[in-house]
């Protein structure tokens, strides 16, 4: 929506000069020569007393002049929106309420219950940060990165998190979520500029996978902080394409530094644009570095990130079947102007509560001979078991063969919005399964770029060192003989371990259980990275 630029802003009312301008001295009424009742000039100050007072409110309170949905996730059951509000002059708005927004989730309207500032909610951030390794970076230049990170880490609030990601040749998990600033700082220290390539596309797919996990610990505000100049040169590497299609349902914020500089190289006038659609699209910012010092760039970013308004949703006649769907938020601005915006969700049914486990029964007490009642009882039934069994041998009556029975529909869920589903032991065997699906397997590994390996995946496909493998990985010591599997059911494209030493990963985080495969997933097995390139189906 096209905004006119308004320096100063003043509620619709038709404020008279000579009524504002008002003065310690009333000048006469020259009807009839002369002067207003007392009562009338007490009531002209009071009257414009209040108008200068509206006046002042106004200016001190510009209305909001730009809604941006920054993020919004499930808390059944309510819906948490984190919305980035600002002024004409780019700040941030304040004195929102919850009479101002309206939202809804699809077809069905989604009261708003209550807005308050990021600061009063008392909520942490989850921060993600992309460090780039490559070599590329002057030694200077990264050593300010370095101390920018360290200052970030010491600034970290008590509900804070804190993970990085190095990404080069390839993307690696330096730290984990953590709160504690001297581990984090220790980890930071180590960083050093080593690859010679850019997987800049790898590291903020994975970096958003890492944003989605649901641990019961970390807060529920996820944030991507990345520095880069916004070019990816990774052979076979994921694409610009991919990270937008990522950000298309359940988008993570993501902040991005750029290294713009005067005068830059068309290609490098394209990368800084790309980072800045990047971080458009997935509601976050950007903000560039240019002449400035990192830790005055690194700070504007940090208070970006925490000015954000949180509405609070009531969802208990949402959807919750996982399927996409679109959330809308508008806000009504005091001065008529209505603003709106929105993203794709999925949003999940509650997980089943568990059941308290049984309380073990008093044993039965013993009989007059001290033998236990229930001892009786195993008694007869074994002898009785023993006289059916003579029984049947003497009909020489042969048990008929009985055909194992067939693998349920209701073994792989229809939707395909689950991640994970637990998957009975069942060796290397071809489970039952629909048409087949053409996938494609690009090793990342350095010396092993834009080598692919074309799968159709008419049963079990897998992969490990052995001969008799669909991908047989000879070279990498670390992977067994018969390490994971792919298979495509219901829609899906399924991974899962099959007891491996090393186990399996999926975008550097291990999978315990079957795990639907998007496009651009990296597969980690020992040394190896494998992206995965969904072609459909064949």
């Not at 990021?118 to 300010?144: C, R």
């Not at 360290?150 to 998190?161: E, S, Y």
């Not at 560039?288 to 949703?313: F, M, W």
């Not at 008093?362 to 229930?374: F, H, M, Q, R």
């Amino acid at each position: 929506m096209a905004m006119e630029n308004r320096a100063v802003y003043l509620p619709p009312l038709k404020l008279r000069a000579e009524t504002v301008r008002w003065r310690m001295t009333l000048r006469p009424i020259q009807a009839n020569g002369l002067h207003p009742p007392p009562i009338k000039r007490v009531g002209q100050l009071v009257l414009s007393a209040i108008y200068l007072g509206l006046a002042t409110t106004a200016l001190a309170n510009p209305p909001p002049a730009t809604l941006q949905l920054s993020q919004a996730r499930q808390a059944n059951p309510k819906l948490i929106a984190y919305l980035d509000v600002r002024d004409a002059d780019g700040k941030a708005a304040d004195a929102l309420n919850a009479a101002q927004l309206t939202a809804s989730l699809a077809d069905t309207a989604v009261p708003v219950t209550h807005v308050q500032t990021f600061a009063d909610s008392q909520e942490g951030v989850a921060y993600i940060f992309l460090v780039d390794v490559s070599l590329s970076l002057p030694t200077k230049q990264f050593a300010h990165i370095r101390t920018a990170l360290a200052a970030w880490a010491d600034t970290l609030a008590t509900a804070d998190r804190m993970a990085l990601l190095s990404f080069g040749d390839s993307v690696k998990t330096v730290t984990d979520f953590s709160g504690d600033p001297a581990a984090l700082k220790t980890a930071i220290a180590a960083l050093k500029p080593t690859d010679q390539h850019t997987a800049l596309h790898q590291g903020l797919i994975q970096a958003l996978q890492l944003a989605r996990r649901g641990d019961a610990d970390l807060p529920g505000r996820r944030v991507l902080v990345v520095l880069s100049d916004g070019l990816d040169d990774l052979s076979g590497g994921a694409t610009r394409e991919e990270v937008l299609n990522r950000l298309d349902t359940d988008r993570i914020p993501i902040y991005a530094l750029g290294w713009d500089t005067p005068n830059a190289a068309a290609r490098q006038a394209e990368g800084i644009k790309a980072l800045g659609l990047f971080a458009r699209r997935s509601g976050g910012a950007y903000v560039g570095v240019g002449s400035r010092h990192l830790s005055q760039a690194y700070s504007e970013l940090r208070d970006q990130i925490k000015a954000v308004a949180v509405a609070t949703l009531d969802c208990r006649a949402c959807r919750t079947d996982g399927r996409v769907q679109r959330l809308q938020i508008t806000l009504r601005a005091e001065d008529g102007l209505v603003l709106n915006d929105g993203m794709d969700i999925r949003l999940l049914p509650a997980l089943p509560t568990p059941t308290p486990p049984i309380a073990p029964s008093e044993p039965a007490p013993p009989t007059a001979n001290g033998w236990p009642v229930w001892l009786y009882g195993s008694i007869a039934g074994v002898l009785l078991l023993l006289v059916t069994g003579v029984i049947l041998v003497m009909r020489q009556r042969l048990p008929q063969a009985v055909s194992p029975p067939p693998v349920s529909e209701d073994f792989w869920p229809d939707d395909a919005s689950w991640d994970a589903v637990a998957l009975p032991d069942t060796a290397h065997q071809t489970p039952a399964i629909g048409p087949g699906y053409a996938i494609e397997l690009a090793e990342l590994n350095a010396g092993g770029h834009g080598k692919t390996y074309p799968l159709h995946l008419s049963g079990e496909a897998v992969i490990g060192r052995g001969a008799d493998c669909a991908v047989t990985l000879t070279r990498d010591a670390e992977v067994s003989g018969h390490h994971c599997a792919l298979v495509y059911h219901a829609k899906a494209v399924m991974l899962h371990d099959l007891g491996s030493t090393n186990g399996t990963y999926v975008n550097g985080v291990p999978i315990s259980a079957a795990y639907r495969l998007q496009e651009g997933d990296i597969i980690g097995i020992g040394r190896t990275q494998l992206r995965v390139l969904l072609l459909g189906e064949a």
